[in-house]
């Protein structure tokens, strides 16, 4: 076995702590990992915090993870050791179903989560805040040289996470497109949508952010505590994708979309949230979710920033400094996405 050490929690209510934690011997077709950063995630704090329930402790969370091929399987054929490598939110799937098939693997029944999962090894994932991962090549992604590793981490889940749903839903020239929440993902939906050509609004609690907005791309900025907001720009958007991981009036917002519209939530509140459905009957309107991607739609993603020159923007801060940063997130205190130093996880 190969060991690795990791901050993780042991509890709902516990501050992280520094642990060893062992990787499986590589395998003919894995590769070993040494991870340079890790960024932090809005469900790293779900799961940590187990407010989505069957948290397995303890817990190293992390699945924005981005590092260097350190060794490899016999069998390996698509990395060498000193490739820049990432693992998103998956480590593996059932590599048989329908959904497998499609290169859609988030959905497959048998998908294995980078932590917290349960491996076909039988033991529980653990995830990127810590030293070394061992993966099956099949979902590692190469990470372009044009981008930088530390931004990197962050596009293996807020990045899929907003450019699946604008890939699979046209989004393009000639769409009006709403991003809701201009946080870890609504910056990174505007940059997105900017660069295919979509014209952008973002959708912001205040005016505070309004200047990064229009400099990630926004063409317009509102704000949703102002009443007026909503009566003014009723019926007006081709496409709305809300990234905010809290409740909010989906009726309201569902007002604010063209006939034939859809609304997509990639935010995943904690608390249930309701609809009218004559909110989508009347003008033929679409409530949706989504939620990653899968291996190949992650790497052309990864491309696409490359030729775009895309990049999240982030923190970088010290393991020590996790649980102060789950605190700041809630806060909305980031701009806009924290991203662990993997070089200090060793430190206690």
């Known amino acids: 076995m190969i060991t690795a050490n990791a901050r993780a929690v042991f509890g709902p209510t516990d501050s992280f702590q520094t642990i060893a934690i062992e990787r499986r011997d590589l395998g003919p077709k894995d590769i070993l990992i040494e991870i340079k950063y890790a960024g932090i995630c809005h469900s790293d704090i779900?799961?940590?915090?187990?407010?989505?329930?069957?948290?397995?402790?303890?817990?190293?969370?992390?699945?924005?993870?981005?590092?260097?091929?350190?060794?490899?399987g016999s069998e390996v054929g698509n990395f060498a050791i000193g490739d820049r490598a990432g693992?998103?939110?998956?480590?593996?799937?059932?590599?048989?179903?329908?959904?497998?098939?499609?290169?859609?693997?988030q959905y497959c029944k048998g998908a294995v989560y980078t932590y917290g999962g349960m491996g076909k090894d039988g033991k529980i994932t653990q995830g990127g805040y810590s030293t070394h991962i061992?993966?099956?090549?099949?979902?590692?992604?190469?990470?372009?040289?044009?981008?930088?590793?530390?931004?990197?981490a962050p596009l293996l889940c807020a990045g899929i996470t907003t450019y699946s749903p604008l890939r699979h839903w046209?989004?393009?020239?000639?769409?009006?497109?709403?991003?809701?929440?201009?946080?870890?993902l609504g910056h990174m939906a505007?940059?997105?949508?900017?660069?295919?050509?979509?014209?952008?609004?973002?959708?912001?609690?205040?005016?505070?952010?309004?200047?990064?907005?229009?400099?990630?791309?926004?063409?317009?900025?509102?704000?949703?505590?102002?009443?007026?907001?909503?009566?003014?720009?009723a019926g007006t958007f081709d496409f709305i994708l809300n990234t905010v991981s809290a409740k909010i009036d989906l009726d309201a917002y569902l007002s604010l979309l063209d006939v034939n519209g859809t609304m997509v939530n990639v935010g995943a509140p904690s608390?249930?949230?309701?609809?009218?459905?004559?909110?989508?009957?009347?003008?033929?309107?679409?409530?949706?979710?989504?939620?990653?991607?899968?291996?190949?739609e992650t790497q052309e993603m990864l491309d696409f920033c490359a030729e775009h020159g895309i990049a999240p923007e982030i923190e970088i801060i010290s393991a020590d400094s996790i649980d102060e940063a789950f605190e700041?997130?809630?806060?909305?205190?980031?701009?806009y996405r924290f991203v662990?130093?993997?070089?200090?996880?060793?430190?206690a």
Not at 93 to 104: F, L, M, P, V
Not at 172 to 182: E, F, I, Q, S, Y
Not at 341 to 347: L, V, W, Y
């Open 87 to 105: 693992i998103g939110c998956l480590v593996d799937s059932c590599r048989e179903c329908g959904h497998c098939h499609d290169d859609e693997e």
């Open 271 to 296: 608390d249930a949230l309701s609809i009218s459905v004559f909110s989508l009957i009347m003008q033929r309107k679409s409530f949706a979710g989504s939620l990653i991607g899968g291996i190949r």
């Open 190 to 233: 505007v940059k997105f949508a900017h660069a295919m050509g979509a014209e952008v609004t973002v959708l912001s609690h205040s005016m505070k952010k309004k200047d990064d907005g229009m400099l990630f791309g926004a063409d317009h900025y509102y704000a949703t505590s102002e009443a007026e907001t909503f009566g003014n720009l």
């Open 134 to 152: 061992v993966v099956t090549e099949d979902f590692a992604l190469h990470i372009p040289e044009s981008i930088g590793l530390d931004v990197a």
């Open 170 to 184: 046209n989004v393009g020239p000639g769409k009006k497109v709403a991003v809701v929440g201009l946080g870890g």
């Open 46 to 72: 779900h799961s940590a915090r187990n407010e989505w329930g069957q948290a397995r402790y303890p817990m190293v969370p992390g699945h924005e993870i981005a590092g260097i091929v350190t060794a490899v």
């Open 340 to 347: 662990i130093d993997a070089g200090t996880i060793s430190e």
């Open 328 to 335: 700041r997130v809630l806060r909305s205190d980031v701009r």
